[in-house]
């Protein structure tokens, strides 16, 4: 049983296409964010939800747009995108907001 | 912005070796100091975190020092192995805080 499972693991796309994310929990958990990971590395967050509420929206293009339709989901929809875009996108979750995170297995988004 | 300053970037250890990765933070009300590591294609996981109560925690090969009055905290990974052949980050966070500070990364190779 996978934790925290996202869809889909790979995603290719052209410049200007709108692409969405999808993340599931099935741990109970409260909170449930949005990180990127670029080329070098480096973890940023982008979003998190704490019981389907936007807590932390950090300096992100308009076009992130993040949906919590219950507490077990987070979907990260992505609207004309371009080629900065391309990174690894981690979807994450924990039982309160500052506790261990359970990170999926993340998705790598090419723009081509 | 709150930074947490990770270094090396990399580091290469020859098996059974002992490997040593270094963070320093900025902000002292900072009371929780995980770490996580990442294996190529998986989400970051928990590895072992400390809070500023105590100086040391090993669990197994793996131990957190920690100094306060430097703000810094270090791991380090005993005898270690290729299998843990990995990315490491190090972070942070205020217990009033939604979210943590991670580190940069480091790149660990063990050879065999």
């Known amino acids: 049983d996978t934790a925290v499972s996202q869809t889909p693991k790979y995603l290719v796309t052209q410049m200007g296409n709108d692409k969405s994310i999808k993340c599931e929990q099935n741990?109970?958990?409260?909170?449930m964010y949005w990180y990127k990971q670029d080329s070098k590395k480096f973890l940023k967050i982008m979003f998190s939800?704490?019981?389907?509420?936007?807590?932390i929206n950090e300096t992100v293009p308009n076009r992130f747009s993040p949906k919590s339709p219950d507490k077990a989901h987070l979907n990260l929809h992505i609207n004309s995108l371009e080629l900065g875009d391309s990174a690894v996108y981690f979807c994450?979750?924990?039982?309160?907001?500052?506790?261990?995170?359970?990170f999926g297995s993340g998705t790598q988004l090419s723009v081509l | 912005q709150q930074q947490v300053k990770q270094s090396p970037q990399s580091l290469i250890v020859q098996k059974g070796g002992i490997s040593i990765i270094n963070c320093a933070y900025e902000?002292?009300?900072?009371?929780?100091f995980p770490w996580y590591q990442q294996f190529p294609g998986k989400g970051p996981a928990l590895l072992i975190a400390i809070r500023p109560d105590v100086s040391e925690k090993k669990e197994g090969r793996f131990t957190i020092s920690f100094n306060k009055s430097a703000k810094q905290f270090s791991l380090h990974i005993m005898d270690s192995q290729p299998g843990d052949s990995a990315t490491y980050f190090c972070?942070?966070?205020?217990?009033?805080?939604?979210?943590?500070?991670f580190g940069s990364g480091t790149q660990l190779t063990v050879l065999p």
């Open positions: 741990l109970g958990h409260d909170t």
């Open positions: 902000n002292t009300a900072f009371d929780y």
């Open positions: 972070a942070a966070s205020k217990s009033s805080a939604r979210q943590l500070t």
């Open positions: 939800y704490n019981n389907k509420e936007l807590i």
């Open positions: 994450a979750s924990s039982r309160a907001p500052n506790e261990k995170l359970f």
